[in-house]
Nanobody, 121 residues
């Protein structure tokens, strides 16, 4: 019913930049909050940044001032611009969106497949 396709991960040197994208498609009636999470090896998945349908944002303290989350509602896409990357940012990044499917009254959370970000020192 809903598919999330992530792109933009890769290998970058410390201080470099990457831009992640996550596009939602399917029988979508509306999209509420969209967010990005990171999961490093041996660690729990943690929120990096989120953006509401109205454009309000929140960030983990570790990325404030370096990462920027944005969304294009016409394209059902959320982005994560990552600047000044550090080796400790290395993780698999997942997008999560809260979506209401056409014909259903409730919202559900959907996860992307994850994209690897590796920052070398």
């Amino acid at each position: 019913q809903v598919q999330l396709v992530e792109s933009g991960g890769g290998l970058v040197q410390a201080g470099g930049s990457l831009r992640l994208s996550c596009a939602a498609s399917g029988s979508i009636f509306s999209i509420n909050t969209m967010g990005w999470y990171q999961q490093a090896p041996g660690k729990q998945r943690e929120l990096v940044a989120a953006i509401t349908s109205g454009g309000s944002t929140n960030y983990a303290d570790s990325v404030k001032g370096r990462f920027t989350i944005s969304r294009d509602n016409a394209k059902n896409t959320v982005y994560l611009q990552m600047n000044s990357l550090k080796p400790e940012d290395t993780a698999v990044y997942y997008c999560k969106t809260r979506i209401r499917i056409a014909g259903y009254p409730k919202e559900y959370d959907y996860w992307g497949q994850g994209t690897q970000v590796t920052v070398s020192s």
